[in-house]
């Protein structure tokens, strides 16, 4: 059994980045039975912003939980938003944590990031930076697939795309994704 850890990198109860993850998870669940699925979702996450004075006093026993799931995992999936041209605080502030308590913490784990945003750059500046960050950690990036227009281009009720380019583009980046393992 491979494992699949998702980190849904928003902290909104309403995220867009948690269906097109959703997305994911069905679509590798109907290609293979040999993988089973977990997911972080940052609104569940309550660490404190990073300092070094914080962590002096120790690290955070939520943190040394995260980071037992990453390593038990064999596939790490990013669904990840955009905020001003980068990836969420909450994210960042998870990997500042995680890149402390280990600098190598993605560990040669196949990585996938998918993101999403309401305008038309589908989340892509926050993908390439995330990108940068997944190759400090020691991550093998597999493949980014970015959605545009989230609002007029994926249908909310059936978890599906709209259009039949998006669609397509989406199948490859999972079929590699899939492969890899
Ligand atoms: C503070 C803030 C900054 C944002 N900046 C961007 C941005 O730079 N690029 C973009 O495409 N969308 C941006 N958006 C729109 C988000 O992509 C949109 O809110 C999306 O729903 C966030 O994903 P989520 O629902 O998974 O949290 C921004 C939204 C907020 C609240």
Known sequence: MKKILTIIGSP????????????????????????????????????????????????????????????????????????????????????????????????????????TSTGRGGAGKSTEFLSKLVGFGKGELISTFNLPSFNRTFDRDTLDFINEEDKNRFEITMNKFNDSF
């Open 12 to 115: 909104s109860k309403t995220s867009i980045n948690k269906l097109l993850s959703d997305c994911s998870s069905n679509f590798l669940k109907n290609r293979s039975d040999n993988m089973e699925f977990e997911s972080l979702w940052l609104k569940d996450v309550n660490l404190p912003i990073f300092s070094v004075d914080l962590e002096l006093a120790g690290y955070p026993n939520e943190l040394k939980e995260i980071l037992d799931k990453i390593k038990s995992a064999d596939g790490v999936i990013f669904a990840s938003p955009e905020n001003n041209s980068t990836i969420t605080v909450a994210l960042k502030n998870l990997l500042d944590w995680l890149s402390r308590i280990d600098m190598t913490y993605l560990d040669s784990k196949k990585v996938l990031i998918l993101g």
